[in-house]
């Protein structure tokens, strides 16, 4: 069946430093999500990625879709204390109204 | 900003018992969603809800679910007969459209078979 690989499971890293996290299909998918969850919270929608190739950024957050559409990172430049939590990407097929998320990387960042 | 709202935040009900999880999405929106956490692990699909039918399930949403949008407001997720394994965080949530649009989740219903 579908699969959404997600790399690292977790990582720690002190304040400032950067954070990359990696997302893998084992087939083409039509767009990506990524969403943020803080412990004990409810995934919030971070940001949606279509076409292949595509770059997003968000302040300190840049998101790339790969060319076959197959894989997707997330890069976190200068991590602050704010961005802990767990970082899910969410894969869908042709048919957008079903999400694969991947396992998540969980982000501890030290002060 | 806009919520879509979970009731109740906790759950503890007996193994066979029946359990219905409420949600109200977002007023504009017209996908609805049911999705499940178990704790510490990923996010998993359990349903999707359009135009007052299914769309798509997933191989866990079996015969002991169902889901149904009684009042034009309301989207319920219905277990019939509890198991242990359904212990886990029950997520609903709502989209505007297809394609390029966010999911909205609701804060979660933890639900706890004993």
Known sequence: GQQVMQIPQYQHVQEGEDFTTYCNSSTTLSNIQWYKQRPGGHPVFLIQLVKSGE???QKRLTFQFGEAKKNSSLHITATQTT???TYFCAGALYNFNKFYFGSGTKLNVKP | E??????????VTQMGQEVILRCVPISNHLYFYWYRQILGQKVEFLVSFYNNEISE???IFDDQFSVERPDGSNFTLKIRSTKLEDSAMYFCASSAGRGN?????????????V
């Open chain 1, 55 to 57: 770059v997003k950024k």
């Open chain 1, 83 to 85: 961005d802990v939590g």
């Open chain 2, 2 to 11: 806009p919520e879509v709202t979970q009731t109740p935040s906790h759950q």
């Open chain 2, 57 to 59: 399930k997933s191989e």
């Open chain 2, 101 to 113: 649009y966010g999911y909205t989740f609701g804060s979660g219903t933890r639900l706890t078979v």
